[in-house]
């Protein structure tokens, strides 16, 4: 069974830098894809960043040279992190995977910018 748990985010001020971690189980990060999305209130959900199992990366143009995604394969874990915060980042993250058969969505967690 896969489980995505979120966790890291928080209240930071503009400018500031949060990093937020997605403990997995169930797969294995180094040989999955897998991405960070974003939703925020009355808007859907979008990409940020993702990685594949070749450790190629991909981001949103508006997180570009501001958000860095990686992965740590000791640890099962994958990594956002988000430096010079805005306001307009402000919202719920999830981590993401998938196989032939479905998405797998971790709980979210809530980032919230202040300005």
């Known amino acids: 069974q896969v489980q995505l748990v979120e966790s890291g985010g928080g209240l930071v001020q503009a400018g500031g830098s949060l990093r937020l971690s997605c403990a997995a189980s169930?797969?294995?990060?180094?040989?999955?894809?897998m991405g960070w999305y974003r939703q925020a209130p009355g808007k859907q959900r979008e990409l940020v960043a993702a990685?594949?199992?070749?450790?190629?990366?991909n981001y949103a143009d508006s997180v570009k040279g501001r958000f860095t995604i990686s992965r740590d394969n000791a640890k099962n874990t994958v990594y956002l992190q988000m430096n010079s915060l805005k306001s307009e980042d402000s919202s719920v993250y999830y981590c993401?995977?998938?196989?032939?058969?479905?998405?797998?969505w971790g709980q979210g967690t809530q980032v919230t910018v202040s300005s």
């Open positions: 993401n995977t998938y196989d032939q058969f479905r998405n797998y």
């Open positions: 990685i594949t199992s070749g450790g190629i990366t």
């Open positions: 169930g797969i294995i990060v180094s040989i999955n894809a």
